[in-house]
């Protein structure tokens, strides 16, 4: 097929044999390459989008993500426990002794808190099933933030938690994340999910997220933040040699859970 001159549909079969192909594409080298402006291909994108047949990111696209996880907190705490237990295990050995962790809303983050080490400890969390399970734990200084709790999340995300927020600098923070994309990033399904924890990462003095097989390479709606901007990534012990890598080529550091 000719590159240029292309009709509409034949512009978007392209776009989407490339997206299946390599799983991402760029808006400016699409329009270098079908000689359109990068004004056509945003457009392109957003109909495609549109359609379900792409997930829009900044500058281009992303093949469409595998669907979040759906339930309460509590419920997907119950999905691959296995899993998330052997990740909890591995993030919990980043918890420095009489540090400051914030754990946010988030089924891999309610593993963490039953995993963590028994040394002196200030956890703060914005979800109450954290806070529920550290309760009977005399060697953690727990803090709780609140206002309206979203119950989607499990965990406060509007103004008020915004406003306490601006008190924090935590020595470690772990992102609950909806994907873990080489390319898109950390993301989250919900807008004022993904405002919060933009915040806090930017306070915190280190991020992390643990990631199930699941979450690497899926894309959810709004981005958090940059690969690059991860302090640690912690993956499950088969994770793919070349996807690892990528990942830790990219700046972040990289941690496996135990087989």
């Known amino acids: ?39 056509t291909i945003r457009r392109d994108l957003r109909d495609m989008a549109a359609a379900g047949l792409c997930q829009k990111v ?28 052997r990740l909890a295990a591995a993030a919990a050995t980043l ?18 808190a039953e995993a963590l080490p028994q040394v002196p400890l200030t956890v703060l969390t914005n979800a109450p099933s954290i806070a529920a ?8 200084d727990l803090v709780m933030i609140g206002g ?8 406060s995300v509007g103004a008020t938690a915004l406003r306490e927020l601006e008190l924090m600098h935590p020595d470690l923070y772990f992102i609950g994340a909806c994907g ?17 924890k933009r915040r806090l990462s930017a306070q915190s003095k280190a991020t992390a997220v643990v990631a199930t097989a699941s979450k690497i390479g899926a894309v959810a709606s709004y981005r958090v933040l940059a690969i ?4 640690h990534l912690i993956v499950e ?5 070349d996807v690892a890598e990528a990942y830790a080529l990219a700046g972040t550091r990289l941690l496996r859970a135990e087989a």
């Open 228 to 231: 690059p901007q991860l302090t």
């Open 1 to 39: 097929m000719k590159r240029d001159n292309l009709l509409l549909p034949e512009r978007h079969a392209l776009i989407l044999k490339q997206l299946n192909q390599e799983g991402r594409v760029l808006a400016a080298l699409l329009a270098r390459e079908l000689n359109v402006t990068e004004d």
């Open 237 to 241: 012990a088969d994770t793919n040699e």
């Open 148 to 155: 309206r709790i979203k119950q989607s999340l499990g965990g």
């Open 95 to 112: 918890v420095p002794a009489g540090g400051t962790i914030f754990l946010d809303a988030g089924s891999s983050n309610l593993a963490i």
């Open 133 to 140: 399970r550290l309760l009977d734990k005399p060697h953690i």
């Open 180 to 196: 873990v994309d080489l390319h898109a990033g950390v993301t989250a399904i919900d807008f004022e999910e993904a405002e919060f």
């Open 58 to 85: 900044y500058g281009g696209a992303v093949r469409m993500p595998a669907a979040p996880e759906s339930g309460t907190l509590v419920q997907r705490m119950e999905r691959h426990q296995s899993d998330k237990s």
